[in-house]
Antibody, heavy 123, light 106 residues
C-alpha cells in the first residue's frame, strides 16, 4: 500500500545540521512531486518546501530559505531535507507528503502523509 | 503570503450534530483549497480537495464548499470518530499555507 516513512530526526544543538529522509513505497515515486511540512506539537501545520517529480523545480518557505534544502533520489525512492544552522524554533515534527495530482498540473495538495520524525534543537 | 483564518478555534459538539467550520483566505485562492483531519499523535488525513471534492474513502457526511476567499467544511452528522482537529490548506500560491486549526471536541 502507499507508504511514506520519515527518518533522521533527533536532538541537535543550535547551529547544528541534520538530514531527514522520507522513503516511499507502494507507488511510482518518480511520478509525483513531494512536500515537507512541519508541526510544533499542539500547534498548526507549516508548509516548508515542494520539489517536482524530476527535481527540476523547487519551492520553499521564507523561514527556511537558505538553511533548508529539499532534494530527491528517484533511483532510491527517497526524499530528503537537509537542514543547516538549526534554531530552537525549528523544533517540530517533520512530515513528508505526496503531492497530488501527478505532473502536468500546477496546484499540488497533499494526499498521502508519513507519520513524521521529530527534530529537537536544544543545547 | 496568503493568510488562512479558521474559525471557530474550538467547537464543542455531540454525536449527531451538524457542524460547520469556516476558513477565510486573505486573497483569492480560487478553488485550490483542501481540508485535513488530524488526531493526536497522528499525521493529517486528506478529506476534501479543490474546495468540494471528497477524497476517496472519506465518509459522505463530510462536505466542502466555497470559492475565492470563503470556504466551509461541514460534517452533517458528527460521529465519535470525528472528534479531531481540522485544518484548511491553500495550494493556490507559494508559499502554501494552512489555517490554525479547529478542534472539534465533546
Amino acid at each position: 500500500q502507499l507508504q511514506l516513512v520519515e527518518s533522521g530526526g533527533g536532538v541537535v544543538p543550535p547551529g547544528g545540521s541534520l538530514r531527514l529522509s522520507c522513503a516511499a513505497s507502494g507507488f511510482t515515486f518518480s511520478n509525483f512531486a513531494m512536500h515537507w511540512v512541519r508541526q510544533v506539537p499542539g500547534r498548526g501545520l507549516v508548509w516548508l518546501s515542494l520539489i517536482w517529480h524530476d527535481g527540476s523545480n523547487k519551492y520553499q518557505a521564507d523561514a527556511v530559505k537558505g538553511r533548508f534544502t529539499i532534494s530527491r533520489d528517484n533511483s532510491k525512492n527517497t526524499l530528503y531535507l537537509d537542514m543547516n544552522n538549526l534554531r530552537a524554533e525549528d523544533t517540530a515534527v517533520y512530515y513528508c507528503a505526496r503531492a497530488f495530482p501527478p505532473p502536468g498540473y500546477h496546484y499540488y495538495y497533499m494526499d498521502v502523509w508519513g507519520r513524521g520524525t521529530t527534530v529537537t534543537v536544544s543545547s | 503570503d496568503i493568510q488562512m483564518t479558521q474559525f471557530p478555534p474550538t467547537l464543542s459538539g455531540s454525536v449527531g450534530d451538524r457542524v460547520t467550520i469556516t476558513c477565510r483566505a486573505s486573497q483569492s485562492v480560487d478553488s485550490w483549497l483542501a481540508w485535513y483531519q488530524q488526531k493526536p499523535g497522528k499525521a493529517p488525513k486528506l478529506l476534501i480537495f479543490k474546495a468540494s471534492s471528497l477524497e476517496y474513502g472519506v465518509p459522505s457526511r463530510f462536505s466542502g464548499s466555497g470559492f475565492g476567499t470563503d470556504f466551509t467544511l461541514t460534517i452533517s452528522s458528527l460521529q465519535p470518530d470525528d472528534f479531531a482537529t481540522y485544518f484548511c490548506h491553500q495550494y493556490h500560491t507559494y508559499p502554501q499555507t494552512f489555517g490554525q486549526g479547529t478542534k472539534v471536541d465533546i
